[in-house]
């Protein structure tokens, strides 16, 4: 547990960050386990697969099936006992251990997805790095019916990719350094703030400051509602521009009431502009509460 949660360190993957909190909690890492062990100075990243780090005792590796059958003597396989995520750990050729983790689905999920079909959203697809079976699973329970499973980077990528060629404008929700590639070849993209990697929040389009899947929808809403409202504020700044323009030319309007109705018009939009304060989350976002 202790090499484990070392290598897991120089990773930002979710399942990392997982066991790293997890032998913390469980006080894993100890100083003699390092002086056994000898410390390593860096542990490189595969995205998507897996770190690996060279020590005394060999190749520390720690990843996925695919990435330890490249450093494991004999074939290696993900157990199909263990539904969700499973990690396996490796030294200089031998399979130490596997870590399993549960898929916990959040509790807003569901309510988000549909809020996005009601807007209008209706091919969703959840891709994942995830095996087949857990991702189908998961997908299941939230309406979700195109899986893209076992998923490396360049894969959402090219999922992505395929979209935008075939016409459609994509929006892309992300957090991890996995989705990086996806979040910025997207038509639109979302990064969910709180839990984001910061190279994942700055190439996004749009950042959630707070991890509520519910902000989804009403970010559209407000999007929607902005691109609206500045439409008819040209219109009104175009037309009440005109109507003065033509009185004026025809005498009926004086200089001074030219400059104050010029005016006018300037405090009608930015008033239309400011209906948009209007827009809150508290008729968005219902509280949940979890026991």
Same mark, same amino acid.
Do not use: F
């Given at each position: 547990m202790s090499l484990a949660a070392r290598l897991a360190t120089g990773s930002a993957h979710p399942v990392s960050r997982a066991l790293t909190r997890y032998a913390e909690s469980a006080h894993a890492v100890t100083a003699a386990d390092e002086i056994e062990i000898a410390p390593f100075e860096r542990a490189l990243e595969r995205r998507g697969l897996g770190v690996i780090a060279q020590t005394l005792k &060999?190749?520390?590796?720690l990843g996925r099936a695919e990435w330890l059958q490249e450093h494991v003597n004999g074939h290696v396989q993900a157990p199909e006992t263990i539904d969700g995520p499973c990690v396996g750990l490796a030294l200089d050729g031998k399979l130490l251990a596997r870590f399993g983790f549960a898929d916990a689905l959040r509790a807003e999920a569901a309510d988000a997805l549909a809020e996005l079909r009601v807007l209008g959203l209706v091919r969703q697809t959840l891709l994942t790095g995830d095996r087949e079976a857990v991702a189908r699973k998961m997908a299941a329970q939230v309406g979700i019916d195109t899986v893209v499973a076992q998923a490396l980077p360049h894969?959402?990528?090219?999922?992505?990719?395929?979209?935008?060629?075939? &016409?459609?404008?994509?929006l892309v929700v992300g957090d991890g350094?996995?989705?990086?590639?996806?979040?910025?070849? &997207?038509?639109?993209s979302i990064a969910m703030g709180e839990r984001g990697i910061d190279?994942?929040?700055?190439?996004?389009?749009?950042?959630l400051l707070a991890d509520d899947l519910r902000r989804i929808p009403t970010c559209i809403r407000l999007g929607r509602?902005?691109?609206?409202?500045?439409?008819?504020?040209?219109?009104? &700044?175009?037309a009440w521009t005109v109507a003065i323009i033509a009185l004026a030319a025809l005498g009926v309007l004086v200089a001074l009431w030219v400059a104050v109705l010029h005016n006018v018009g300037t405090f009608v939009v930015i008033a239309n502009a400011g209906r948009l304060l209007r827009i809150g989350e508290?008729?968005?976002?219902?509280?949940?509460?979890?026991?």
């Open positions: &060999g190749a520390a590796v894969d959402k990528l090219d999922y992505v990719m395929y979209e935008l060629e075939a &016409g459609r404008h994509p350094l996995n989705d990086v590639l996806a979040i910025k070849a &997207g038509a639109i190279i994942a929040v700055t190439s996004a389009d749009i950042v509602r902005c691109r609206q409202t500045a439409t008819v504020n040209a219109a009104i &700044g175009m508290a008729a968005e976002i219902r509280t949940t509460a979890i026991e």
